[in-house]
C-alpha cells in the first residue's frame, strides 16, 4: 500500500505545476489562493464620516481619529490585522487588504485626511448667514402681540431701574 501512495504522488507531480514559483521573476496570486487573509487595513475615506467606532473598537490602538482637523491616522506596524475596526464601521469604509504591510526600515505612522464642511458659526447665522432659517410673516395679530410685550418688557426693565436709582 505505501508503494502505491509513492507512485501516485511521483506521477502527480509529473504532471502538475510545480507547488512553487520563481520568487524574484513571478508572484503568486494571493487573492485567489488566499481569500480570507488579512493584510493592512484601508479606509475609503470619502464615504468615512470621522465617526470613531474604529479607534474604539481597536483592542492595541493602533487608529486615530481626530475629527475636528479631519485626520484618520493607523500605524500599520502596531496593528494585529484583527478586524475589529472592520467589523465595527458603520459605513463600511474599512477594509482588510489582502497584501501585508511592506517592510520597512523606519516605523511611521499613516494619516488620510478629509475636508470637513465648515459649519458657520454663531454670530454669522445670526447676521443672515446661508444657514440661518427664513424670517417667517407674522399676522397682524401676532405683530401686536409681539409689540406688546416688547413695550412691557421695557416698562418693567424702566421701573426695576427707577427703583434701584431710588434706592
Given at each position: 500500500?505505501?508503494?502505491?501512495n509513492l507512485?501516485?504522488?511521483?506521477?502527480?507531480?509529473?504532471?502538475?505545476?510545480?507547488?512553487?514559483?520563481?520568487?524574484?521573476?513571478?508572484?503568486?496570486?494571493?487573492?485567489?489562493?488566499?481569500?480570507?487573509?488579512?493584510?493592512?487595513?484601508?479606509?475609503?475615506?470619502?464615504?468615512?464620516?470621522?465617526?470613531?467606532?474604529?479607534?474604539?473598537?481597536?483592542?492595541?490602538?493602533?487608529?486615530?481619529?481626530?475629527?475636528?482637523?479631519?485626520?484618520?491616522?493607523?500605524?500599520?506596524?502596531?496593528?494585529?490585522?484583527?478586524?475589529?475596526?472592520?467589523?465595527?464601521?458603520?459605513?463600511?469604509?474599512?477594509?482588510?487588504?489582502?497584501?501585508?504591510?511592506?517592510?520597512?526600515?523606519?516605523?511611521?505612522?499613516?494619516?488620510?485626511?478629509?475636508?470637513?464642511p465648515a459649519?458657520?458659526?454663531?454670530?454669522?447665522?445670526?447676521?443672515?448667514?446661508?444657514?440661518?432659517?427664513?424670517?417667517?410673516?407674522?399676522?397682524?395679530?401676532?405683530?401686536?402681540?409681539?409689540?406688546?410685550?416688547?413695550?412691557?418688557?421695557?416698562?418693567?426693565?424702566a421701573a426695576?431701574?427707577?427703583?434701584?436709582?431710588?434706592?
Amino acid at each position: 500500500m505505501g508503494s502505491f501512495n509513492l507512485a501516485k504522488m511521483t506521477l502527480r507531480s509529473l504532471v502538475s505545476k510545480p507547488a512553487t514559483v520563481r520568487y524574484p521573476y513571478e508572484k503568486r496570486d494571493l487573492e485567489r489562493l488566499f481569500p480570507q487573509m488579512r493584510g493592512h487595513v484601508v479606509n475609503d475615506i470619502d464615504v468615512c464620516i470621522l465617526c470613531g467606532m474604529c479607534q474604539r473598537a481597536c483592542p492595541v490602538g493602533a487608529i486615530t481619529v481626530d475629527r475636528k482637523a479631519g485626520d484618520w491616522t493607523i500605524d500599520p506596524y502596531r496593528c494585529v490585522q484583527c478586524a475589529s475596526c472592520t467589523h465595527e464601521c458603520p459605513k463600511d469604509c474599512l477594509s482588510m487588504d489582502v497584501h501585508c504591510t511592506e517592510p520597512a526600515t523606519e516605523l511611521s505612522v499613516f494619516t488620510m485626511h478629509k475636508d470637513m464642511p465648515a459649519k458657520p458659526a454663531a454670530g454669522a447665522k445670526a447676521a443672515g448667514g446661508a444657514a440661518a432659517k427664513p424670517k417667517r410673516e407674522l399676522t397682524p395679530e401676532q405683530q401686536a402681540r409681539v409689540e406688546a410685550a416688547r413695550k412691557a418688557a421695557a416698562a418693567k426693565k424702566a421701573a426695576k431701574a427707577a427703583q434701584e436709582a431710588s434706592e
